[in-house]
């Protein structure tokens, strides 16, 4: 079983950045599908960035692209979202997660992953 929680969500105007970490405990191979994803109001959730963390590979939606890095620490077991140049539109529960099951790849796809977060509310004002 793997426990997951996000950190560093709050409130920032549009075009300022901000930090969410994620931190999970429990049996971690070496190996992970881990991601980053967000739920908006009356929306689905949808997914923001992903990253293999054995071989770095990473992935982001259209949105996060140019603007959102993922990044990974094992030693520290700790999934991190740098989101700089923050809309409006990204006002969301941002939610960190992880799979084991999807070897050498990186998914988008919330029901492709198998650990979850409480996620961290994210709001940006304009």
């Known amino acids: 079983q793997v426990q997951m929680v996000e950190l560093g969500g709050g409130s920032v105007e549009a075009g300022g950045s901000l930090n969410l970490t994620c931190r999970y405990e429990?049996?971690?191979?070496?190996?992970?599908?881990m991601g980053w994803f967000r739920q908006a109001p009356g929306k689905e959730r949808e997914g923001v960035a992903s990253i293999y963390t054995q071989t770095g590979s990473t992935l982001y939606s259209d949105s996060a692209k140019d603007r959102f890095t993922i990044a990974h620490d094992a030693a520290r077991k700790t999934l991190y979202l740098r989101m700089n140049d923050l809309k409006p539109e990204d006002t969301a529960m941002y939610f960190c997660a992880a799979d084991r099951a999807m070897l050498f790849r990186t998914s988008l796809v919330p029901a492709e992953f198998q650990y979850w977060g409480q996620g961290t509310q994210v709001t940006v004002s304009s």
């Open positions: 429990g049996y971690i191979y070496s190996s992970y599908c």
